[in-house]
């Protein structure tokens, strides 16, 4: 195997490893060192998944390999990617309108309707990715999953359905719209 060129950094990845217990109480450990459940509820638990990984990851800005322990002796090892941030193209400001282009009144502005997906495999307070992919929403304790959409921009996208997507158990569930 080639060696890379003295002036690359090594390639290193975050290292966690979660160690799941029958109580539902998870150890965190993050490069070697225990990362300690915030202060509210003392101990981690199998729901603190995705915040345990948006910390461990600096909020998706770097992959991370994450080993899950369970208490029945299984286990299992995932990488988790960066999630590439595009920051927006500066809108440029549009002029002052004219006191004759008053505001469309307010009858004419439709508001977005509310999609119910509930879905089987989330696993609770999961990210879910929703496309269009318009936005992100969590997972409720009971695996639903919710998200409101501007008809407008449906019907812009001629969008006839709209996916869910778990982040954490890869569960896809699609629904017409």
Partial sequence: MKKPPADHP????????LDVRDDGTVSVLIDHAPL???PVSGAWRRGDFV???DTASHDRAVPIRVTVHEADGASFTDIIP????RTPEPVPAEPAPEA???EEPASNVVAPVEVRVTGVGF???E???VALVSGH???TPSGDARVLLDPAHIAALAAGEVLFFGRASGTITARSL
């Fill in 137 to 139: 929403t969590d997972a």
């Fill in 36 to 38: 300690a459940p915030p």
């Fill in 123 to 125: 696993l609770p307070g």
């Fill in 10 to 17: 090594p390639v290193s990845m975050v290292q966690v490893v």
């Fill in 82 to 85: 960066a999630i590439i941030r």
């Fill in 100 to 102: 004759e282009h008053a």
């Fill in 51 to 53: 915040q345990i990984i």
């Fill in 127 to 129: 990210d879910i990715a």
